[in-house]
């Protein structure tokens, strides 16, 4: 298990941001490390130690952060790497709309911070201008009719290095800005607006969710690449469903999808 840092990232004031932070659930707990592998794997490690709902663990730099199927996410200094621990009492089909949930609030807060109007891709992504500025991880530990665990794994490219490799794909909200963005300012408004929407997702009021995903979102009637292990599909994005499954208009007919990378066309 990775050593806790004594040495707190200079763009975290723990107290000042602690002290601020009126949260009843999110961040009533919050681990900081200067570098660390990955903040979800440590989140891992803490939910074998009875970590509380809400716990949160941030980084300044991972050296093995991940993404989907193991893929790699470049995590240099100036981003907000980031982990949340939750024990949502939802039924497992729905996990999807905890990914949901955790879009919305880094919408929010990238507006309320910025002004900027980022755009949600399904199912993890948040872009500007088309590239990736945000990736969601959501891990989930269930049994057949309850969630254990899941742990959301936030990636934001905020003030950091755009890996060269990636310059097509992906940008950073201080290339958009031209100038740098608190990442203290941006924290708490992300941990906030969860706050606010996670106490909306456990009270079941999908509906919410739903409607405030579907507001960030540019993805209805665009037409769409959609990859998964099996699978290339093409068709038109018409809604998601309120399990947050994409529904697609395709040459057969109306699918469901319910995992897989996409394109826009
Ligand atoms: C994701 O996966 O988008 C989820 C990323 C989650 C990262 C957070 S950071 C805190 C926590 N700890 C972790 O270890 N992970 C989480 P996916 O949809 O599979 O996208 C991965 C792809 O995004 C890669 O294959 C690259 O193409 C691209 N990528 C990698 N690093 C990136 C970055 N910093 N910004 C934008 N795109 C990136």
């Known amino acids: 298990m990775a050593k806790k840092s004594t040495h707190k990232p200079d763009f975290i004031n723990s107290e000042e941001l602690t002290k601020n932070l009126k949260t009843e659930i999110i961040g009533k707990k919050i681990y900081f490390f200067e570098k660390i592998p990955s903040t979800n794997l440590y989140a891992k490690q803490l939910i074998k130690e009875c970590a509380q709902e809400g716990t949160i663990v941030i980084a300044d730099i991972q050296t093995s952060g991940r993404g989907r199927k193991n893929r790699i996410w470049y995590s240099p200094p100036g981003g907000l790497w980031l982990s949340v621990i939750l024990y949502p009492e939802i039924c497992p089909k729905s996990g999807m709309l905890i990914t949901m949930t955790v879009s919305i609030s880094v919408a929010q807060a990238i507006k309320e911070i910025t002004g900027l109007d980022?755009?949600?891709?399904?199912?993890?992504?948040?872009l500007l201008k088309e590239k990736k500025i945000c990736g969601i991880l959501t891990e989930i530990n269930?049994?057949?009719?309850?969630?254990?665990?899941?742990?959301?794994?936030?990636?934001?490219?905020v003030n950091n290095e755009i890996d060269e490799d990636l310059k097509n794909i992906a940008f950073s909200l201080k290339q958009e800005l031209g100038s740098e963005v608190s990442r203290i300012k941006l924290l708490?408004?992300?941990?906030?607006?969860?706050?606010?929407?996670?106490?909306?997702?456990?009270?079941?009021?999908?509906?919410?969710?739903?409607?405030?995903?579907?507001?960030f979102t540019k993805m209805i009637d665009r037409k769409v690449q959609i990859t998964d292990e099996k699978n290339v599909i093409v068709g038109i994005v018409k809604d998601i469903d309120e399990n947050g499954h994409l529904i697609i208009e395709s040459k057969f007919g109306e699918m469901k999808i319910v995992s897989g990378d996409i394109k826009y066309l």
């Open 118 to 126: 980022p755009e949600i891709k399904w199912p993890n992504d948040l």
């Open 188 to 215: 708490s408004s992300i941990l906030k607006n969860l706050d606010n929407n996670y106490k909306k997702l456990i009270q079941k009021n999908y509906n919410y969710i739903e409607k405030t995903w579907i507001s």
């Open 142 to 157: 269930a049994d057949f009719n309850k969630i254990k665990y899941a742990i959301v794994g936030i990636g934001i490219n």
